[in-house]
């Protein structure tokens, strides 16, 4: 497949994640590609991917090197924040764990890789006082880096919250997941002028709170959905912002990066 | 396509497994160690106890003068191959490929052919370790790689917490700035070769060719250069509940060291054992004791049966003498194993002409307790070896 050209020079589109066994069968990555080469063969796609391990484990320096050195000069990668401070935040612990991180992903500041970091806040993460005051010093503890906001609670889509993350200049993540009770709305609003961030999850209702990701974010988008949100981007969310990315997290059968492909096509 | 390997590792398993029986250990250096024998030697240790030196293997003597403040602790090994038992019946929901040891923590799964079912093998990884913390309370140690040998190393440098992801393609880089003593394989006179050649990480030894491999290692160099490349394409092999083996257990209530006690949970466990295999139509061919003394030690004995048999008299006929054998303390005992191996499949076939001997009524008896259990209960009707004698049925009802 060849790469199509870049959307424009501020616009990342990709999938959260490229190695995935199920996207040979599904016809992304050529057959017997290998996971050590799934990079190279994304990379001639997709010029920007949310680093999904660094979730599940700590980034080292010396990998984020290595993985920074396979990629050409335009690639940029998202680095989610990893767990112990997100969803398994120790008390008193965690500061600590924000140095790991930043010096695990030293490689990708310095080399101008890096997109943003990607906080994703757990479905119990409300906002009462204890949790926003956690989130106030996470947030303070990143102060210097690009960083993305994600809730899965509903109780953050108010005014003060989005004011809050204008201040202070961290992008708010507009998700698209499914309509159920509780989660985070599907919004347009902008709060970093510099990084937009959207991340589709997929719609599947009955899968969301199924406790497996192959459920969970087993979806395919149509053409009118992806439709409709080339036109909020295009319309509500471009002319705010100078540049974004956009992720497609619903990687079950190869769904993400077709819908991905389908929306730069959309977008242009 | 490459695999997708996980090891989990329970550290330090039979000082986890203790201090989780017993909570108040909870913070001290707990050893693993026989009590009451002054050869004594560490089986195991909390990491408190690693933490002030003390090594698995160092005499109890020693670790004493270390710290006189150690908790001791007795191994029970039974109890560590029934927690393992169980958190591999959790581990098997995500996949058949499973491989451990009995009881040493060790485990791992082969989850390349479950991603469809699962997700990928982070999620399962961090689903199992979450799995092991609320059900036995266990903070195991993960990695995640494409082979079993990188992913244990990957556990062995993040030992004793944490958790390791090496991707695909990055296991030379990984394994490159490591020392040569974290690669599993090679035991202690590899790493002595080795180091007389002042080698001492894996990138050093790396340099060698394998015809320079050849002039230390002989046979084993092709092996060797293999493993400080991160290759190794021995596979995860398949997870047996019904194994060939059947094995019973019998934990005394206070330790024993009395004839008629050991006798009677022995005849327990070998009707338990008979009664299965006639259940499966099989038979054993060879029978292994295994007595735990309280001090922790252990002494084991095997039998080969000719010809196999599920007969529960014949079978006890047998096990009696290799219970003398293996009963060689004063020391009381804790615990009975009687394991039966070498499972063969039992003749159908009826003799023709056969004379109603000895053997045949206690084979048809046999048959119709089964009867009698399958239809009125497991503890319908029992030999009366395995009942209290008359003066202790008295005092349990005066």
């Known amino acids: ?268 | 396509m490459n695999r997708s390997i996980i090891h989990l590792n329970i550290a330090d398993f039979a000082a986890a497994v203790e201090t989780n029986a017993q909570p108040a250990l909870k913070g001290y250096p707990v050893v693993i160690a026989p009590l009451g024998t002054p050869r004594a030697v560490v089986y195991d240790m909390s990491e408190e106890a690693y933490k002030e030196g003390i090594r698995k293997g160092m005499t109890l003597t020693r670790a004493k003068r270390i710290n006189k403040k150690i908790k001791i602790v007795p191994p029970v090994f039974n109890r560590y191959e029934r927690v393992m038992k169980d958190l591999l019946k959790q581990s098997v929901a995500f996949t058949p490929f499973i491989e451990s040891g009995t009881s040493d923590g060790h485990i791992f799964l082969d989850v390349t052919g479950s991603g469809r079912l699962f997700g990928p093998g982070v999620d399962v990884a961090v689903k199992l370790k979450k799995a092991f913390k609320k059900t036995f309370n266990f903070d195991p140690i993960w990695s995640v790689a494409t082979n079993k040998l990188v992913a244990k190393v990957a556990t062995r440098v993040v030992k004793p917490v944490g958790e390791y992801i090496v991707a695909p393609g990055d296991e030379k880089a990984f394994l490159a700035p490591l020392s040569l003593h974290l690669i599993p394989d090679l035991v202690k006179a590899d790493l002595t070769k080795f180091y007389e050649f002042n080698l001492f990480f894996i990138s050093q030894a790396r340099l060698l060719t394998l015809e320079q491999l050849k002039i230390p290692f002989n046979c084993r160099a092709p092996l060797v250069y293999d493993w400080i490349r991160g290759i190794d394409s021995t596979p995860v092999t398949m997870y047996c509940q019904n194994s060939s083996i059947l094995a019973a257990d019998h934990e005394f209530s206070t330790d024993t060291n009395t004839a008629d006690q050991l006798r009677k949970a022995l005849y327990l466990m070998v009707e338990q054992i008979c009664s299965t295999l006639r259940n499966r139509t099989l038979a054993g061919a060879a029978i292994k004791i295994i007595l735990s003394y309280s001090d922790g030690l252990q002494n084991i004995s095997t039998l080969a049966l000719k010809p196999p048999t599920s007969n529960d008299y014949i079978l006890f006929k047998k096990c009696v003498p290799l219970l003398n054998k293996t009963w060689v303390r004063r020391v009381r005992i804790r615990h009975m194993r009687l394991i039966c191996k070498t499972l063969v499949l039992q003749g159908i076939q009826a003799e023709l002409f056969t004379g109603r001997t000895k053997e045949t009524k206690q084979a048809d008896l046999i048959l119709a307790m089964d009867k009698i259990r399958k239809k009125f209960g497991k503890n319908s009707i029992c030999p009366a070896l395995t009942i209290d004698s008359p003066l202790d049925c008295k005092a349990r009802y005066q």
């Open chain 1, 1 to 268: 497949m060849s790469p199509p050209p870049s959307l424009t020079n501020q616009i990342f589109v990709g999938t959260s994640g490229y190695s995935y066994g199920e996207w040979i069968d599904a016809g992304f990555y050529p057959d017997g590609t290998h996971s050590s080469n799934m990079l190279d063969a994304y990379m001639q796609i997709f010029h920007a991917t949310e680093l999904n391990y660094t979730w599940y484990q700590m980034p080292k320096a010396q990998a984020i090197h290595r993985l920074c050195a396979k990629v050409p000069e335009h690639f940029r990668f998202a680095a989610k924040l990893t767990r112990t401070m997100t969803h398994e935040i120790q008390k008193g612990e965690w500061p600590k764990q924000v140095m790991l991180f930043r010096q695990g992903i030293e490689p990708l500041t310095r080399s101008g890789k890096l997109l943003c970091i990607l906080i994703q806040l757990p479905p119990y993460f409300e906002r009462s006082v204890k949790f926003r005051h956690y989130l106030a010093a996470l947030l303070d503890e990143l102060e210097g880096l690009p960083v993305a906001v994600e809730f899965r609670h509903a109780s953050w889509a108010t005014d003060k919250v989005f004011s809050e993350l204008e201040q202070r200049n961290v992008t708010l993540v507009s998700v698209d997941e499914p309509d159920l009770p509780g989660l985070f709305p599907r919004l347009d609003v902008v709060t970093n002028p510099d990084l937009f961030y959207v991340r589709f999850h997929g719609r599947n209702a009955r899968g969301w709170r199924s406790g497996n990701m192959q459920t969970q974010f087993d979806y395919d988008y149509t053409d009118q959905e992806l439709a409709e949100w080339a036109t909020i981007i295009k319309t509500a969310i471009m002319p705010e912002t100078s540049a974004g990315c956009i992720f497609f997290n619903n990687h079950v059968r190869g769904q993400a990066p077709k819908n991905a492909l389908r929306l730069i096509d959309l977008l242009r």
